[in-house]
């Protein structure tokens, strides 16, 4: 047998992610690998928390990336936040909520669902609702943008029903942190985390997350012990805290973290306000030539994230033969719907690097040219003049 190096196609991903990473992000993950403990590593991990200070909108002391991908920052907040018996108010309106429900079964925790409409928002008066029934409950935890179905929660009005209920939030941030507002200190989140993988533009595998003061003092109060050992802050801080001493914990993923590096000190160059509005142009000009090409965006228009767009499947397409060509013709990514939305909607991101005018003209002819070889004949011409207009009023 005999093997070769592997050699990705060259793909544009406009699925919900991974997204592009950009190549000054590829360039740093090829620099020399030093010691994790290396005094000059160091000072870049104490750089790289300030930069994700920046892009969480914080100034939490406990900020800093999880060595591993979006699912490790979402078990590391509720690990260390879960202790058996407490009560636990999950959102549910796609995939993601009901990843954070398994969560807390397995920890323990008596979950309280607050069950809503997949494509829709969290209903703040449901969570109301729901808080003012269980006045025993500690935390609500909700996913502020829900990669399933392209929706945006509205985490400032949750978070502060939340702290009126005396209980603390956990937020998932995955797609949101860097392609929309998010504010953290400004909105009071509690236990905050992201991936690197969407609108950072970096590679997968790393889960940036923040924590709060009264959230670090709820894990620094615990009764019982963390159930996870490589996921437990309070051994995890030993490396990446910053008073004490730093100590081996786990061999951090170096080259990772210098791709990661890279990708903030973008991000600040950017702006972070220039980037949510990039986000936003970019998803207008999809927007208005994915409707000259006759197809509906899912999700009501308040409740729209720019970065990725649920799109009605027009009735009589096959969705994922659609896809494969796409990819195969076009070298292009889209994505399926998930649950309830499978077979119904593609999901198309602009994430990152992904959010760039060229890629929005390049999916709306391609998807023209496609719909147009089924027979279905839109206006592809209209669709990237409408976009055009956009993208250069
Ligand atoms: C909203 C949301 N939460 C959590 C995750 C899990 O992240 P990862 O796949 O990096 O583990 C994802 C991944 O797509 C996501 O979109």
Same mark, same amino acid.
């Given at each position: 047998?005999?093997?070769?190096?592997f050699?990705?196609?060259?793909?544009?991903?406009?699925g919900p992610g991974?997204a592009?990473v950009?190549?000054?992000?590829?360039?740093?993950l090829?620099r020399?690998t030093i010691?994790?403990?290396?005094?000059?590593?160091v000072?870049m991990?104490d750089?790289l928390?300030?930069l994700?200070r920046y892009?969480?909108?914080t100034?939490?002391?406990?900020?800093?990336?999880?060595s591993?991908?979006?699912?490790?920052?979402?078990e590391?907040?509720?690990?260390n936040l879960?202790?058996?018996g407490?009560q636990?108010?999950v959102?549910?309106?796609?995939v993601?909520?009901?990843?954070?429900l398994q969560?807390?079964?397995?920890?323990?925790g008596?979950?309280?669902?607050v069950?809503?409409?997949?494509?829709?928002?969290?209903s703040?008066d449901?969570?109301?609702?729901?808080?003012?029934?269980?006045?025993r409950a500690?935390?609500?935890?909700f996913?502020?943008?829900e990669?399933?179905t392209?929706?945006?929660s509205?985490?400032?009005?949750?978070?502060e029903?939340?702290r009126?209920?005396d209980?603390l939030t956990i937020?998932?941030?995955?797609?949101?942190?860097?392609?929309c507002?998010?504010?953290?200190?400004?909105?009071g989140?509690?236990?905050?985390?992201?991936?690197?993988?969407?609108?950072?533009s970096c590679t997968?595998g790393l889960s940036?997350?923040t924590f709060?003061?009264?959230?670090l003092?709820r894990?620094r109060g615990?009764s019982?012990?963390v159930?996870s050992?490589?996921?437990?802050?309070?051994?995890?801080?030993g490396y990446w805290?910053g008073?004490q001493?730093?100590?081996?914990?786990?061999t951090a993923?170096?080259?990772?973290?210098y791709?990661l590096?890279?990708?903030?000190v973008?991000?600040?160059?950017?702006?972070i306000?220039?980037?949510w509005?990039r986000?936003?142009?970019?998803?207008l %000009? $999809?927007k208005?030539?994915l409707e000259? &090409? !006759? *197809?509906e965006?899912?999700v009501?228009e +308040?409740?729209?994230l720019?970065q990725l767009n649920?799109?009605?499947?027009?009735v009589?397409?096959?969705?994922?033969?659609?896809?494969a060509?796409?990819?195969y013709?076009?070298n292009?990514?889209i994505?399926?719907?998930?649950?309830?939305l499978?077979?119904?909607?593609?999901?198309?991101?602009?994430?990152?690097?992904?959010?760039?005018?060229?890629?929005?003209?390049?999916c709306l002819? %391609? $998807?023209?040219s496609?719909?147009g070889a &089924? !027979? *279905?004949g839109?206006a592809t011409g209209? +669709?990237l003049?409408a976009a055009?207009?956009?993208?250069?009023?």
């Amino acid at each position: 047998m005999s093997f070769r190096p592997f050699n990705p196609p060259p793909r544009t991903l406009l699925g919900p992610g991974p997204a592009d990473v950009h190549p000054r992000v590829l360039e740093a993950l090829s620099r020399p690998t030093i010691g994790h403990l290396d005094p000059r590593f160091v000072a870049m991990m104490d750089e790289l928390k300030d930069l994700l200070r920046y892009a969480f909108r914080t100034r939490n002391a406990l900020t800093m990336p999880v060595s591993a991908p979006g699912s490790a920052g979402m078990e590391t907040c509720f690990v260390n936040l879960v202790e058996p018996g407490d009560q636990v108010v999950v959102c549910i309106n796609g995939v993601f909520g009901g990843r954070m429900l398994q969560n807390v079964e397995r920890l323990g925790g008596v979950p309280i669902l607050v069950e809503g409409t997949w494509g829709r928002a969290v209903s703040p008066d449901q969570v109301e609702d729901t808080l003012r029934r269980h006045p025993r409950a500690r935390l609500l935890a909700f996913v502020h943008a829900e990669t399933s179905t392209g929706v945006r929660s509205d985490a400032r009005l949750l978070a502060e029903i939340a702290r009126r209920h005396d209980c603390l939030t956990i937020v998932d941030t995955v797609t949101s942190l860097g392609g929309c507002e998010l504010e953290v200190d400004a909105w009071g989140l509690d236990a905050v985390y992201s991936g690197s993988q969407k609108c950072l533009s970096c590679t997968p595998g790393l889960s940036p997350l923040t924590f709060s003061d009264r959230a670090l003092e709820r894990v620094r109060g615990r009764s019982a012990p963390v159930s996870s050992w490589f996921l437990d802050l309070n051994l995890v801080l030993g490396y990446w805290g910053g008073e004490q001493k730093r100590t081996y914990h786990h061999t951090a993923p170096v080259n990772a973290l210098y791709g990661l590096h890279e990708a903030l000190v973008m991000l600040s160059e950017e702006g972070i306000e220039a980037a949510w509005a990039r986000h936003r142009r970019n998803h207008l %000009a $999809l927007k208005a030539g994915l409707e000259a &090409l !006759g *197809l509906e965006l899912v999700v009501p228009e +308040a409740e729209r994230l720019p970065q990725l767009n649920a799109v009605s499947v027009p009735v009589g397409v096959d969705e994922a033969a659609l896809r494969a060509r796409l990819l195969y013709h076009y070298n292009l990514e889209i994505g399926a719907g998930l649950g309830a939305l499978a077979g119904k909607v593609w999901r198309i991101g602009l994430m990152g690097y992904s959010s760039r005018p060229e890629n929005v003209l390049l999916c709306l002819s %391609a $998807l023209g040219s496609e719909l147009g070889a &089924l !027979g *279905l004949g839109p206006a592809t011409g209209d +669709a990237l003049a409408a976009a055009h207009a956009v993208l250069h009023p």
